[in-house]
């Protein structure tokens, strides 16, 4: 059985399908796995970054009227994780500039202010991580938002741009990368939102797809699911990007199937040209080419990468990742935990 003694500060539901869980308001965290549900305690990080400040976190409240005001918050965000390097015995944020500059676009598109630049954001999560202490690894949620109480909206959800509040917290998240073990996968009932919708670009507050894709697949006994988007073409699961393998051909749909822009995927494709010599193919997938695939995976920071049996029962042949999806989970594993120092460029140290 794992460690689900996640320091997990966020007090609302989340869901994630397997390997992760539900934490109630209380922070009981529970986690299913093939069925089985297991419930652990996670502990209260000790501050967040708000707006410039480190402030305790017991400080930091909103009036519960605000609840009301959620529809016109417009929320924002990242998701970026700091990885534990036992041999240095120190963190380090991967890639953490450029999911600084998603969240700057994130905004931009939101058309809120953008008090902060992506450079100082970058130090705000050192700052923070710092100010907490954190010596695990740990997944940082950075969030901006407008502000429910402001005055000067133009109208019914035209906010003042200058009400965004940024703000951000941090909680220990262990790594799922060592587990190899392949998840079963459905293909969704629910179609993937679009750009002309609600863009996935903006990495918003616009879950509710994700989320009934997710419920779908967990009722149905799935450990996920592959949303198709208006098209019928494959788009990504509930937060991650998918990878297939095709006759030796890594491939993974392309931005314009209504994808986050994720930086993982881009990672991985970087890793397969230049560390493995893999050829790799961004480009339209069609729903049977899930069924016939050699190999699959999913990709995301908080999903970091699990590789996939069977989609809607059809096996892919094995119970253990294949070969090319095999190679890139030791090779990212590494490099995120300080073994491969030929990308620690894409290494933050929190010192
Ligand atoms: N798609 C969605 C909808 C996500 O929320 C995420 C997680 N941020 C991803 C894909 C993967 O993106 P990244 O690799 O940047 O974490």
New binding site residues.
Partial sequence: MRTFDLTNPRSCLILHVRNMGIEDRNHRLTIFERGKRMTGKSSKARHLWLNGEIVPWDGATVHITALGSLLNVGTVGE?LRAYWNADKRKLFVFRLRDHMERFDDSMKLQRMDRPYTPEQLSQAVVDLLKADGLLETSYISPRAFFDPFASGSAGPFVEDPASAQVMMYAGARPSILPDPTPIHCCVSSWTRQSDSMVP?RI?GFNYQN?RLAAWEAHINGYDNAVLLNSTGKVS?A????LFIVRDGVVITPTFTSG??E????RTLMELYRNELGAAVVEREVDRTELYVADEAFL????AEMKPIASFDRYSLGTETPGPLTEAIRRLYYDILTGKNSQYDHWLTEVS
């Fill in positions: 998701g996935p990495k994700n990504e509930p937060a991650a990007c994808t986050l994720s930086i993982t995927r990709c995301g920071t908080g």
